[in-house]
């Protein structure tokens, strides 16, 4: 899902801008909720410590008061025990608000944890699971983003933010309460002053809440050009473009600080002006108070822990006005997650999957096309049947659509219209792990994970034994390769298999699909990326895990046709030759002049 910029123009509120704000903050709350939910046990030992805490907190005054009033005048007296019981509970309160402290933040602290880690856990079990054509629009940069520093705004919120919050509302609740049942015209006098915060923090939320946005889409942007400099750093070198990327960065990051910066201008602008009301009701009440003290209408002690009260009812207005902050950059953040976790897979798994047993290989086309874009076909409608056990070659120029025809048998997206079968079964009806377990692709670049070259080959079949996998290896002729190794088949292959040539990780890819015995093999373009003593090596390899397989060849070099059964010319999407490879070199078509082009080069 792309970010997403719910602001109208210049930046003002519009009804459309409204509307997406609730959309995206509903959406925000039923992820946190959906989050909180299986620790709904230790949320409520949360608030229950809270509210113990919040207790201690409010009855300081209380013990101030009654000394100030009862416990002095007692002790005057000779009678010290009022104010000795009195100090005593101030202390035993004092002591239980330490305790109530500490083991909130365990217990928060813990739940914190286990909520990241399961989000984390959430977002990337999620995003694997979706389609090809999500990540070929939403960059790694993005994701990496959501799992860094969007979840590190939702740490801060829950870790420390939260505490806060849940302590100052409770303790402005509860201090509204004692503040009205000390004095009704003083409590009027504060409620007063609230008319005005609110108003306040209404229109310091919109605005912040804007502000949030700004940074976490500046910083996503960051992030991704961090991310493809460092993979494409080759280029990067090659073409000597780290000026030109320190210059993108520059701009990036300055977007970012600036968006970071307004949102910290807006945040210290309500906090000051929390603060001034804070202090100006103040002063207020001990104009106020004092003159109610002097008229006999209050008692001292009573004025005394009001002012007291008031201190802490204003104090966690300033601590909520740092959780609002937190909050707004945790909320953003959350939008942004929950963008990514409502993405549904394009290429979705079947209800009701139909069961495969042993597959033959037989593939067919059953009147296809497709298009990236609903009104651009990049195939016409063709038909189109594989035996089992044949090997088909797909040949023809760049954009033609044969990489597309692969993506579409590989199921990594599904035909626009038409259908395409295995053994006759609809690919759309088969459950994941059968299609995959019987259609394997392999593409120009193999991919390897760190780790040994025996780990890599395994992802082929992970119950693999150890003998299993070095026959793997030894089928695709990797085993002279591997005596030269320090560890032999054990030996780390390093980053993005950094250690291997492109010849040697495509035979691990090969060992891969040899160990993995599918009944179907798609080789997009396989051994374009070679040398010819590589190619030499991959070609031999392919005879081996090509026997008695159906398979569909995507090749550039004409050389990878030779041990084809079938060739398919297409162009502008469609095939335009069929026949086999002796048939169609000795005609005058596309194939033939490509031939000849091809033996030309060669001389």
Known sequence: MADTDWRGVGGEDTDVDRAGNLVLAGRSRRLLFSLLRPHRRRTVLAMAIIFLDNLAFVAGPLFIAHALDTGVAAAVDGRWAPLVWTVAGYVVVGFLGAATTYAFLMVSGRLSQDILFDLRERVFRHTQALSLSFHEKYTSGKVISRLTSDVESLQTLLESALNDALT?????????????????????????????????????????????????????????????????????????????????????????????????????????????????????????????????????GVLAAYVLY??????????????FNAYQSAAAALEKISGVLEEEPTVAPPASPVPIGVVAGDVEFDRVSFGYAADAL?????????????????????????????????????????????????????????????????????????????????????????DEVRAAADAVGLTPFLAALPRGIDTDVRKRGGRLSSGQRQLVAFARVFLAAPSVIVLDEATSSLDIPGERLVQRALETILHGRTALIIAHRLSTVAIADRVLVMADGRIVEDGTPKALVAGDGRFAHLNTAWQESLV
């Open 310 to 323: 008031l201190r802490r009812f204003y104090g966690p207005l300033d601590e909520l006005a740092q959780v």
């Open 378 to 466: 990049v195939l016409q409608p063709f038909s189109l049947h594989v035996p089992a056990g044949q090997v088909v070659a797909m040949v023809g120029a760049t954009g033609a659509g044969k990489s597309t025809v692969a993506k579409l048998l590989a199921r990594f997206y599904d035909p626009t219209d038409g259908r395409i079968r295995l053994d006759g079964i609809d690919l759309r009806d088969l459950a994941d792990d059968d299609l995959r377990r019987n259609v394997v692709m392999v593409t120009q670049e193999s991919f390897l994970f760190s780790g040994s070259i025996a780990d890599n080959i395994r992802l082929g079949r992970p119950s693999a034994t150890d």
């Open 168 to 300: 100052a509302i409770l303790s402005m609740v509860s201090i509204a309460v004692i503040l009205f049942w000390l004095d009704v015209p003083l409590a009027l006098v504060v409620l007063a002053g609230f008319v005005p915060l609110l108003l306040i923090t209404r229109w310091s939320q919109r605005r912040q809440r804007r502000a949030y946005r700004r940074t976490r889409v500046s910083i996503a942007r960051v992030v991704v050009h961090f991310v493809e400099s460092m993979v494409g750093i080759r280029a990067v070198q090659v073409f000597r473009r780290e000026r030109r990327n320190n210059a993108i960065l520059l701009a990036e990051d300055t977007e970012y600080r600036d968006a970071t910066t307004t949102a910290l201008r807006g945040m210290a602008s309500y906090t000051g002006i929390v603060r001034w009301i804070g202090n100006a009701t103040l002063a207020v009440i001990v104009v106020v108070g004092s003159m109610r003290v002097i008229g006999g209408a209050l008692d001292i």
